[in-house]
């Protein structure tokens, strides 16, 4: 991967529906030139898919937090995204360092529906606790995907 590689996923990123003239003439490449790279960045896996970013809030997901994870004992991994994979209000999760076994950013309708979720998880074997912080306002948001 090159510079222009990186120069068009970055444009990429900023409109997945530019089109390769437009990117082309931002690059300093013909059209055909940026469609041939394109097509090896997704048969390299570099570009992994095309989306778009939807606001939360117009599929009624006003509701935003970040969660600890604190487990019983040693828990692997596996056993985490087992019970986080069946609560559709996470949206995003990772095992982390110091003394939270987890951390997971969930978005739910309202906050009953969030404490009914964070209930699911608290449920869950091996968990001991959460601690959450519930998002006020969202500061800087970036697509790193």
Do not use: W
Not at 105 to 118: F, K
């Amino acid at each position: 991967m090159d510079n222009l590689d990186r120069g068009i996923i970055d444009l990429l990123r900023q409109n997945a529906r530019a089109g390769y003239g437009d990117i082309g003439q931002e690059v300093g490449l013909s059209a055909s030139a940026v469609k041939r790279r394109v097509d090896r960045l997704v048969a390299d896996g570099v570009i992994r898919n095309f989306t778009i970013q939807v606001d939360p809030a117009v599929d009624g997901l006003h509701t935003e937090a970040y969660v600890e994870i604190f487990c019983r004992g040693t828990v692997a991994p596996d056993e985490l995204l087992r019970i986080l994979a069946d609560v559709p209000e996470v949206i995003d999760a990772g095992t982390v360092t110091g003394s939270a076994d987890a951390i997971v950013h969930m978005r739910s309708r309202d906050i009953p529906s969030l404490e009914a979720a964070l209930e699911r998880v608290r449920h869950a074997p091996h968990v001991d606790h959460t601690r959450s912080a519930i998002v006020l306002s969202r500061l800087i948001s970036r697509a790193v995907d």
